[in-house]
């Protein structure tokens, strides 16, 4: 029996809706589940004491956000910071010039220790090691610290990634664009590296969700940022729902930027299917 293109659309579309509903089902059969069995529990009380309590939710979310722009305004700097050493670093370790030996080297090392040190560690480092130098010329803000310590670190994983990108396509892109004229510099600009930076959209993005909450790390060198006024909040009236307020402003801003990296996956996945049957 043969049927129409508009009647297959429409069984796909009774399809969908079926694993939509059957789906958002089990989801809620699930977590009606879970806040059941938390709800009656013998501590039940004290979790919502402790953790949940509107009247402290309330009192501390205001300066939360107040000192949440802090977070913004390091987030945003050093994400800035990071794309272009990262990027920079990255084409250096792909150029193959032996003039330019001595650079990949110090890339290299670069970004060997910077990964293999804990960003907690990083942060002691740079945060207290830097104003014992002495140097009038550099840094001693805490907030200054901190950025620099995150953007070293996540130079040299945006870096890998990067990296990967511009190996990822393939050689006859330059070839081909060396045999229309370009240089190499001009071929690894406007042909090589634009491919390369769509193809790793996805997981730039997944670092840097992880970057927006790693800022709250800067707290341990003293600035007020929003995880140091939830702590000092905390610990002043003895009740954990600081904590919990800052969990949820984080997911505000983080959970869109997740559903973007699942975006940005689902049309590199069609867009690659759809060049394999060309």
């Known amino acids: ?13 009774r399809q969908a809706r079926r694993s939509v509903a059957i789906s958002a089902a089990s989801t809620a059969i699930v977590v009606a589940g879970i806040a059941t069995a938390i709800v009656l529990s013998p501590g039940w009380r004290t979790i919502r004491e402790f953790f949940f309590s509107w009247h402290y939710f309330k009192q501390v979310l205001p300066s939360l ?16 910071i990071v794309l272009a050493l990262g990027l920079a670093i990255a ?16 890339c290299t090392l670069f970004v060997d220790v910077m990964r293999g040190v804990p960003l907690l560690i990083l942060l002691y480092l740079i945060g207290f090691g830097v104003p014992l130098l002495g140097f009038k010329f550099l840094p001693t803000n805490e907030a200054i610290l901190g950025g620099a310590a995150l953007a070293m670190c996540y130079s040299a994983y945006v870096s ?21 004229g370009l240089t190499r510099g001009q071929a690894l600009r406007d042909v090589v ?8 959209a996805p997981p730039l993005l ?16 003293g600035p007020q940022e929003m995880v140091r ?45 759809t060049l394999a049957f060309m």
């Open 1 to 13: 029996m043969t049927t129409t293109r508009a009647q297959r659309q429409q069984a796909r579309r």
């Open 65 to 80: 956000i107040d000192a949440f722009w802090l977070d913004v305004r390091l987030f945003l700097i050093v994400e800035a």
């Open 91 to 106: 084409l250096v370790r792909t150029l193959r010039s032996p003039v330019l030996f001595p650079l990949r080297l110090a």
């Open 160 to 180: 890998e990634v990067f990296r990967a990108g511009i190996e990822s396509i393939h050689p006859s892109q330059g070839a081909a664009a060396l045999a229309l």
């Open 193 to 200: 590296v634009p491919q390369a930076v769509r193809r790793v």
């Open 206 to 221: 997944n670092d840097f969700i992880s970057l927006t909450k790693d800022v709250a790390l800067v707290s341990i060198l």
């Open 229 to 273: 006024v939830a702590q000092i909040f905390a610990d002043y009236h003895f009740n954990y729902t600081p904590f919990v307020a800052a969990a949820a402003i984080y997911l505000v801003v983080t959970l869109p930027l997740i559903r973007i990296v699942d975006l940005q996956r689902r049309r590199a996945l069609r867009r690659q299917s």
